[in-house]
């Protein structure tokens, strides 16, 4: 007679079920110790609310519709920004790696703009474009331009020359080389600079929304900030990190599978 499952016995999600546990551990110790220091009186729950309560008013927000609104409106502007961004800056930066004459036009200006703080471009985009939608989608695409640039520059230049001349030498024209071995080859590093970017846009995003907007997340944390809501402020900021541990864990995803090929 067989013998049937042992009871308390793992089943087949437990290994899998305690690795995100394990990998996760740091956030639901960061968290528990949140709301012991504010319930405590370790500090001043006027600034710093319980996360309990952050919790409370993020549900509530979620339920009045206010994060939605202003999600939408954030992410709107943020993808726009971000895919202007990643366009532009992939072909400039192949387009530098390949042509000579266009690298000693560029590159002087990418070296001058690379350390310029991204957030001192807020003002100036306001003053060309206005407080309106346009000037946010120009400080993001601005941003979050030069690590794509830099990222594509860089990986069209690391190509390994033999590949190109072998491809030349079987009589490829210069413009299938481009397309059909520097592009390809040189993605890994297109795709890590667009990782970058991402992250870049989400830092841009809310810090262009602090001045003259009127919806959108930056401009809803701003708002409960001034009117002291911290509860509901920091429940704003969580929908941020939130918003954006998703966006990267997509696009590692995504880049796997785009990379696949590679192995």
């Avoid at 200006?109 to 003002?123: E, H």
């Avoid at 998703?246 to 599978?257: C, G, I, M, Q, W």
Wanted: charged content about 10%; glycine content about 12%.
């Amino acid at each position: 007679m067989e013998a049937g499952p042992r009871r308390g016995a793992a089943g087949p999600g437990a290994p899998a079920l305690i690795a995100v546990v394990t990998r996760y551990l740091p956030l639901l110790l960061l968290g528990a110790g949140w709301e012991l220091s504010s319930r405590l009186g370790l500090v001043a729950p006027a600034l710093l609310p319980p996360l309990s309560q952050v919790l409370a008013a993020w549900l509530a927000l979620a339920g009045e519709g206010e994060l939605l609104r202003h999600g939408a409106a954030s992410l709107g502007r943020g993808l726009t920004g971000l895919a202007l961004a990643v366009v532009v800056g992939t072909v400039l930066g192949v387009t530098m790696a390949w042509y000579t004459a266009f690298r000693v036009v560029v590159s002087p200006l990418v070296q001058i703009l690379y350390p310029l703080p991204k957030s001192a471009l807020i003002p100036v985009m306001i003053i060309w474009l206005g407080l309106g939608h346009a000037s946010k989608v120009g400080v993001i695409f601005l941003g979050c331009l030069l690590p794509v640039v830099l990222s594509a520059y860089n990986g069209a230049r690391g190509v390994d020359r033999v590949l190109i001349w072998s491809a030349r030498g079987m009589g490829a024209s210069r413009a299938r080389v481009l397309w059909e071995i520097v592009v390809p080859a040189a993605l890994p590093e297109i795709l890590s600079g667009v990782r970058i970017a991402i992250a870049l846009s989400f830092v841009l995003l809310v810090s262009s929304e602090f001045v003259g907007a009127r919806e959108g997340l930056g401009y809803l944390i701003s708002f409960l900030g001034e009117g002291g809501a911290y509860d509901a402020m920091f429940a704003s900021v969580f929908t941020v990190a939130l918003l954006g541990f998703v966006a990267d864990r997509l696009y590692l995803l995504t880049s796997r599978r785009a990379l696949a090929w590679r192995a």
